[in-house]
């Protein structure tokens, strides 16, 4: 039903910027709660932030508190996540994930229904 599909990775040098964006369709997007979650080489997926369907509420994770910004466009059926500061442990394949009328709080890979393809972002120290 829905699909999601990243873009804006690429490679960095330690200290540059990177905006991701995610793409929704064949939804409701103004109804999905939307996460961003990112995965190195044999590691375990890990929660980086997510926004709550109204958008009322977001949620960081600790070591990318204060560098990563998440927003949502519900007219462009998008969420962005803005990267800033970059460091060579954000070097991941990085997904988008959605569930409907979710919250923010729930940092559990497990909540999310729905995945993107994942985009890899390196960052070169």
């Known amino acids: 039903q829905v699909q999601l599909v990243e873009s804006g990775g690429g490679l960095v040098q330690s200290g540059g910027s990177l905006r991701l964006s995610c793409a929704a369709s064949g939804g409701t997007f103004s109804t999905l709660a939307m996460g961003w979650f990112r995965q190195a080489p044999g590691k375990e997926r890990e929660f980086v932030a997510a926004?709550?369907?109204?958008?009322?509420?977001?949620n960081y994770a600790d070591s990318v508190k204060g560098r990563f910004s998440l927003s949502r466009d519900n007219a462009k059926n998008t969420v962005s996540l803005q990267m800033n500061s970059l460091k060579p442990v954000d070097t991941a394949v990085y997904y988008c994930?959605?569930?409907?009328?979710?919250?923010?709080?729930?940092?559990?890979?497990?909540?999310?229904?729905?995945w993107g393809q994942g985009t890899q972002v390196t960052v070169s120290s």
């Open positions: 926004i709550s369907w109204s958008g009322a509420s977001t």
């Open positions: 994930a959605a569930r409907y009328w979710g919250g923010s709080s729930d940092a559990r890979a497990g909540v999310y229904k729905y």
